[in-house]
């Protein structure tokens, strides 16, 4: 079963004309103020309220900042201005007592184990002279001594398909 996603849902809808609910409210509203204001003012009053009003009203229906509308920017600003922004980050410190006795004592405990641990140069003189190999490390040295080497060949298929035997190297 297939559904239909909707798209494009961040572009409203034009409900007047070529104008969107929001622009035509905002319009409207301009129109109202310059309406009113003609029976209450003088001609030369209304016409300097009215051309504020309508500029106001053109700029909240088209204006748009970095792709969002006017009004969303003033809100932000409004909210900005409005709320304090003073942040201040103090660390609680926690206050702990030590005892120098539990120091010590773990102090002890680190030099007793450290002094029963062989040595890293004791360690590096063992590996480079001992004549007997690691167990379940290395091989022994001379394990085929007197006997010729082993030789390792494989057989491999070229892209033409021809096979050829070449020699095995083992890097271990």
């Known amino acids: 079963m297939q559904f239909q996603v909707p798209q494009f849902i ?9 104008l969107t609910l929001r622009q035509f409210l905002y319009l409207a509203a301009a129109g109202g103020v310059a309406f009113l204001t003609f029976w209450i003012f003088q001609i ?10 309508a500029a106001i009203a053109l700029a ?3 204006v748009k900042y970095n792709g969002q509308p006017l009004v969303k920017i003033i809100f932000y600003a409004f909210g900005f201005f409005w709320n304090p922004r003073l942040y201040i980050w103090q ?4 206050e702990r007592a030590l005892e120098i006795s539990s120091v010590e004592a773990k102090r002890n405990n680190l ?6 641990m062989p040595s890293v140069k004791k360690l590096w003189q063992d590996l480079i002279t001992t004549k007997s190999p690691i167990p379940k490390r ?3 040295r001379f394990a085929n001594w007197g006997r ?11 892209l033409t398909g021809e096979k050829e ?3 095995r190297i083992d890097y271990r």
């Open 148 to 158: 010729p080497a082993k030789e390792n060949l494989a057989i491999f298929k070229k």
């Open 91 to 94: 660390r609680m410190a926690e």
């Open 138 to 140: 290395e091989k022994p």
């Open 10 to 18: 961040d572009i409203e809808s034009k409900i007047v004309g070529p």
């Open 60 to 62: 909240l229906a088209f």
């Open 44 to 53: 030369w009053l209304w016409f300097i309220v009215s051309a504020i009003s």
């Open 165 to 167: 035997i070449a020699r």
């Open 111 to 116: 030099s007793r184990y450290f002094s029963e």
